[in-house]
């Protein structure tokens, strides 16, 4: 090969580990789907699977509702940390003063993916424990308190997608992360639901195929001086 089609070969290599790299800083988007397990208070469950924006609740015997709702469609740029929404939440209580009190584990599957076509995917899995206390509905006056515990440990904490790291921090953590939701307002309406977050840090990391491409370029680049040199 003479020197020109080396450097071209060179270039061209360069190019595409550029290109791989440009991937890693793209907006990447994440949903989640939330699974309620078990609850306290006479209560029964309804899970909407993998529904698009579907909804769980807990439901007590006189019509007390808490509500968790899936992400469909939440997006990011790597390379700093974030905050995601990963369930919306909503309480909707019926019996008045001094109100009900019950609990839901859960578990959220997060779903991360790299925005490429035909991307990668990774995928979190977050348990908690809901508590809600004195919830109450007095004559249109809504009160009460919420209290949410993520479980530890997390599975897992720290995951690669198309060339980028996602570290979750939730683990041990109590209300971290966790919006209050508003009682009495349903997860449907858009204003004032509370949501379920946690503490995301990503960084750009190089895949495997935009190293070996780095590397062919120096080779290049470097054999390309050579035969220069030596001419």
């Known amino acids: 090969m003479n020197g020109k ?4 070969v060179a270039g061209l290599a360069l190019l ?12 990447y988007s994440y949903t989640s789907v939330v699974t309620i397990n078990s609850g306290t208070g006479g209560g ?18 006189n019509g007390t509702a808490l509500q968790f709702q899936n992400i469909t469609n939440g997006n990011f740029i ?23 009190s019950f609990s839901v584990t859960y578990t959220d599957v ?8 035909g991307g990668a995917t990774g995928t979190f899995t977050v348990t908690g424990t809901l508590t809600a206390t004195n919830v109450a509905n007095t004559g249109g006056q809504f009160s009460g ?10 599975s897992p904490t720290t995951i690669s997608v198309g060339g980028a790291f996602f570290t979750l921090v939730v683990s041990g953590t109590q209300d971290v992360g966790y919006g209050f939701p508003t009682i009495g307002v349903p997860v449907t309406n858009s204003n004032g639901a509370g949501s379920l977050s946690a503490n995301l840090a990503s960084s750009a ?9 780095v590397g062919l370029g120096l080779v290049g680049v470097a054999g ?5 040199r030596a001419a």
């Open 205 to 213: 990391v190089p895949e495997p195929a935009s190293v070996l491409m």
């Open 5 to 8: 089609r080396f450097a071209l």
């Open 110 to 117: 997060v779903t991360i993916t790299n925005p490429t076509p």
């Open 44 to 61: 029964a469950i309804a899970n909407s699977g993998n529904a698009a924006g579907g909804i769980s609740t807990y439901t007590l015997a």
């Open 16 to 27: 595409g580990s550029l290109a791989a790299g440009v991937r890693a800083d793209a907006a």
């Open 224 to 228: 390309f001086g050579l035969r220069h």
């Open 78 to 100: 790597v390379g700093g940390n974030l905050t995601p929404t990963l369930a919306n939440v909503g309480i909707v209580p019926t019996a008045p003063n001094p109100g009900d």
């Open 145 to 154: 308190q919420t209290h949410n515990v993520y479980s530890s440990p997390l």
